[in-house]
């Protein structure tokens, strides 16, 4: 609620249900952060959106301009202190991960003071929902630096993730690898779809890969997701699948059929 209150937008409504941070459940008053707590289905204009739905008692915007940016960075590298990977035990991770998240929805914390150690294989799943603001496309962070940053971390991660599980024929590795896979393809971002489809076509072509069926079913999901049906991702990136393998273009032709 600190970052919420610090960084952004935020609004004091009055509302019939729990939403946002409840601040007194007796009169129903909750604070309601305009990034945070915004439907994913919503408009733009989310402001009106709240003004239109519940009775609003105030609106507070603290966003970064010009003229508070020093002010803004110095808030965003205090909050970063607040979060050290070390101070946690291995129980809180997720709890470590979780504030990663929700911080994620303000700004980029690796950015402002957070260890970039904790970017690794062992925590992918983890990174890959709590950095998901950055990825999905909206009109603030669509092809921003950031995004490609973010991008580029979780194609690496997953990459070597699916090199190892596949050349050790980790059954738990490959299972965990390919639901990361799906999650990455299951974000409102068009530029997933082509490394998404080769990182499951990898499991598809590997003869010892036992859950290539389940690599199959996870790239049908993805495509309709992405509202392609796999013949139009064949017919689209099949000269770049090529390039690869030409095993992997006859594959994804089967797929597609």
């Known amino acids: 609620m600190l970052v919420c209150m610090s960084l952004s937008t935020y609004s004091v409504v009055k509302t019939n249900e729990p939403i946002g941070y409840v601040l007194d459940e007796k ?28 009775r609003q008692y105030c609106l507070e915007t603290n966003a970064s301009t010009l003229t508070n940016i020093s002010s803004t960075n110095g808030l965003k590298n205090l909050f970063g202190k607040f979060l050290n990977y070390q101070q946690y035990s291995d129980l809180d991770i997720s709890e470590f991960w979780a504030t990663i998240g929700e911080i994620s929805k303000h700004y980029y914390v690796f950015d402002y003071g957070v260890s970039t150690a904790v970017i690794n294989q062992q925590n992918t799943k983890y990174i890959l929902k709590a950095l ?40 738990n590795m490959q299972t965990e690898t390919l639901d990361c896979v799906k999650e990455l393809g299951l974000c409102r971002n068009g530029k997933v779809i082509l490394p998404v489809t080769k990182l499951l076509v990898y499991f598809i072509m590997q003869p010892q890969c036992s859950l290539a069926p389940k690599a199959v079913v996870y790239l049908r999901d993805v495509c309709e997701f992405q509202g392609y049906t796999p013949n139009q991702t064949y017919q689209r990136y099949k000269r770049t699948i090529a390039d690869s393998s030409s095993t992997a273009v006859s594959i994804m032709a089967k797929i597609s059929q």
């Open 27 to 54: 009169w129903d008053v909750s604070i309601v952060c305009h990034e945070c707590h915004k439907d994913k289905n919503s408009t733009n204009n989310y402001s009106e959106t709240i003004k239109k739905t519940y």
């Open 132 to 171: 998901k603001p950055f990825l999905q496309c909206t009109d603030e962070n669509e092809d921003s630096p950031t995004q490609e940053t973010v991008f580029n971390i979780c194609i690496n991660l997953l990459l070597k993730s699916t090199q190892e599980s596949l050349e050790t024929n980790d059954y």
